[in-house]
């Protein structure tokens, strides 16, 4: 399959404030973001023309940006009509939008007090970030060399550019040995989370999931939790060791990108697509196209 490059599109990318053609959205070489990662992000999802969760995603990209010590120039109003604004531009229904937000090219070292914020958003059609065949036979993780980094060590709770290295790192490691995905440790060796997705596992018919103490507490992790509990699934936050992986019934993961994908195999243990995954999956359905 070839994939149009991200940078080779027709449409409009809405950056500072108007929209720009897609092929003309660009930055300087020398912009902090890129050298010195002080850039963090978005990623939304719209269904049916209407975007889930929309509050919730534009607050956070406002916290990101605030752990990393800059503040977004627009209100959440703002940002919030500029994604819309975007994906009518696109003319898009169902897909997904990147806001992203960087410091820019006034100062190029370690200090960059002064530089400008910058925001962007890019909308396309995305209908499914692990493929249609992982919804039905489940995901192959590798269990991941990278471990999550403590709260000390990174801004852990910011959507920032940055903690991506090492996820990027992993997946491609996963990749190169037939896996789609790797499942990252934290700092303690607690299951942490994916790449770009929280983690759940069933455990005697209930519903755990490790505590977001040093990851995204996913937006996609938090609906479910309450799917899960209008069910009547006990629903359960814990620090979780790799050693309960042979214990686990089902496994799935969450994000917007990802939604909820089954999970088959992680490491050497291997798990059914079982039947609380694929209501969990109808009811998240069913909420995000508005049933
Ligand atoms: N963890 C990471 C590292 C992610 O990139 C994502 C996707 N944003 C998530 C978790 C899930 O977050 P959400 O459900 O808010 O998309």
Same mark, same amino acid.
Do not use: C
């Given at each position: 399959m070839t994939i149009l490059p991200f940078d080779d599109r027709d449409g409009y990318i809405w950056q500072d404030g108007k929209f720009v053609a897609w092929r003309d959205a660009k930055v300087h070489i020398l912009t902090h973001g890129l050298h010195y990662g002080s850039c963090v992000f978005?990623?939304?999802?719209?269904? %049916?023309? +209407? /975007?889930?969760?929309?509050? !919730?995603?534009? &607050?956070?990209?406002?916290?990101?940006?605030?752990?990393? %010590?800059? +503040? /977004?120039?627009?209100?959440? !109003?703002?940002? &919030?009509?500029?994604?819309?604004?975007?994906?009518?531009?696109?003319?898009?229904?169902?897909?997904?939008?990147?806001?992203?937000?960087?410091?820019?090219?006034?100062?190029?070292?370690?200090?960059?007090?002064?530089?400008?914020?910058?925001?962007?958003?890019?909308?396309?059609?995305?209908?499914?970030?692990?493929?249609?065949?992982?919804?039905?036979?489940?995901l192959k993780l590798q269990m991941a060399k990278w471990a999550r980094p403590a709260p000390n060590t990174a801004p852990t709770a910011s959507k920032a550019a940055g903690l991506y290295m090492i996820c990027t790192m992993s997946k491609h490691a996963a990749e190169a040995d037939g896996f789609h995905d790797a499942l990252m440790l934290d700092y303690r060796g607690y299951i942490a989370e994916a790449t770009g997705a929280n983690l759940f596992f069933m455990f005697g018919g209930e519903v755990h999931t490790p505590t977001p103490d040093c990851f995204l507490n996913g937006i996609t992790r938090m609906t479910v939790m309450d799917l899960a509990r209008k069910r009547g699934f006990k629903v359960v936050e814990r620090h979780i060791k790799p050693e309960e992986l042979k214990d686990v019934e089902e496994a799935f993961l969450t994000g917007t990108a990802a939604e909820i994908t089954p999970i088959g195999v992680i490491g050497e243990h291997t798990y059914p697509v079982g039947s609380i995954t694929k209501q969990l999956m109808e009811d998240y359905s069913a909420l995000v196209n508005g049933a």
């Open positions: 978005e990623g939304v999802r719209a269904y %049916g023309g +209407k /975007i889930f969760k929309l509050r !919730e995603h534009t &607050e956070r990209l406002h916290a990101s940006a605030e752990l990393l %010590g800059f +503040k /977004i120039p627009y209100t959440i !109003e703002e940002l &919030e009509k500029a994604q819309l604004d975007t994906l009518a531009k696109q003319n898009i229904t169902d897909g997904y939008l990147r806001p992203v937000a960087w410091r820019g090219s006034e100062m190029m070292a370690i200090s960059a007090q002064t530089t400008t914020i910058h925001v962007a958003i890019a909308a396309w059609e995305w209908p499914s970030y692990f493929g249609n065949e992982a919804k039905t036979k489940g």
